[in-house]
């Protein structure tokens, strides 16, 4: 891999001899992560990661209490919304580059993606997404993508920091993932509703290339089925991230892969650990998530904390001491699906039937009776 200051180039994979080489290139600001202090503080833990990375540091609490505006809300339903997070940014920042809104109608992807990768190339400047639609602040801070001999521009995924308590840092969403579901259409209040929310420099500052954008188009998987283990490595090599191997030593949950099922569609992924101490965008061990249907990697992120995820002896343990003397069944699956709090493919839980009742315990120990997947607010 060769570094070209803010770019990272790396060559495709298994570049056949004598065809001109094409490359996977990054653009990373490497915005540092905090923690959101409050539940609703997303926003301007965003604000504070922005601003730090231009070396301003401020105190959260009092930024959220400047971007919140009690008549706005009440209208907009978004606890940090766009205008308010934009009036304090540019309040804080003497630079001629302001900052704006921009909000996109059209329901074509690849304009998101466009804007996304202009603000970090042309400006170096990390973007405020209003993601999972509305219900969440984050900051994206790099993209892997390449520009083919045919001159389209393929992105592999996208680099986002998440002030959500306890994500990781730099996790790496894959293109058609965070297409789907991290950027969707805000479905609070009035002003921005319907329309895709991002808080960056304004559109036509700089021109640059009209190369025609498309999704990533990765190598398909052969048809044969592989361990998940051997998947990860070859899908990660494939998108041209390096010196990843497989984990060694132990024997926990924590070290094996995971069938986790996704409740949103049906469908099934793997939570894969991988050792990439020896890579350079994430020097650690790391969980690699892949699409058990297309084998595809969805997401990559860090290992700071294990993946305690309770078997079936703990979970009834665990269900023994909130219901005693209860009948319970532990459903023998491990799930998944798009919720509050659930801003990582890692955040799976375990089922239960109580009697008759269905309970949900996460990985915190937490037992619900309901998930909590639409949130009555925004932001």
């Not at 389209?152 to 306890?166: D, S, V």
């Not at 493919?345 to 949900?360: E, H, I, L, M, P």
Request: aromatic share 10%; net charge negative; glycine share 6%.
């Amino acid at each position: 891999m060769v570094e070209l200051g803010l770019w990272y180039i790396v060559p495709a994979e298994n570049q056949p001899l004598g065809e001109a080489m094409t490359y996977w290139m990054e653009a990373r600001l490497d915005v540092a992560r905090v923690d959101q202090r409050k539940k609703w503080f997303c926003g301007a833990a965003c604000s504070e990661m922005i601003l730090e990375h231009f070396a301003l540091e401020i105190d959260q609490a009092t930024a959220y209490e400047q971007i919140h505006d009690r008549e706005r809300f009440k209208v907009e339903r978004l606890y940090s919304d766009p205008q308010g997070i934009v009036d304090y940014l540019n309040a804080m920042n003497d630079s001629t580059e302001m900052i704006d809104v921009i909000d996109i109608t059209s329901q074509n992807d690849s304009e998101v993606l466009d804007d996304i990768y202009r603000v970090l190339f042309a400006f170096q400047t990390p973007v405020a997404l209003l993601a999972l639609g509305g219900a969440h602040w984050v900051v994206v801070d790099g993209v892997r993508y390449r520009d083919d001999l045919d001159g389209r521009r393929q992105y592999a995924g996208f680099y986002i920091q998440n002030p959500w308590k306890g994500s990781t840092p730099s996790v790496w969403i894959e293109v058609d993932e965070f297409s789907s579901r991290w950027v969707q259409p805000n479905q609070f209040g009035q002003r921005w509703l319907g329309k895709i929310v991002l808080v960056a420099t304004p559109r036509g500052r700089r021109k640059l290339s009209n190369l025609k954008l498309t999704r990533s188009e990765l190598l398909p998987p052969t048809g044969e089925r592989q361990a998940p283990k051997d998947v990860a490595l070859k899908e990660l090599a494939a998108l041209g991230f390096e010196n990843m191997q497989e984990i060694s030593g132990g024997g926990a949950l924590v070290l094996r892969p995971v069938e986790v099922l996704n409740e949103d569609d049906g469908t099934r992924f793997q939570i894969v650990p991988i050792d990439a101490v020896l890579n350079r965008e994430f020097s650690d061990f790391v969980y690699v998530c892949i699409n058990d249907g297309n084998q595809r990697v969805l997401e990559i992120s860090g290992m700071s904390e294990q993946l305690d995820i309770p078997s079936d002896v703990e979970a009834l343990e665990r269900f023994n001491q909130v219901f005693p003397n209860e009948e319970i069944t532990i459903d023998p699956d491990i799930y998944w699906r798009a919720r509050l709090g659930a801003v990582s493919k890692t955040d799976v839980y375990r089922k239960a039937r109580v009697n008759s009742d269905d309970f949900f315990l996460l990985r915190d120990g937490t037992i619900l009776r309901e998930l909590e997947i639409n949130p009555s607010v925004g932001g």
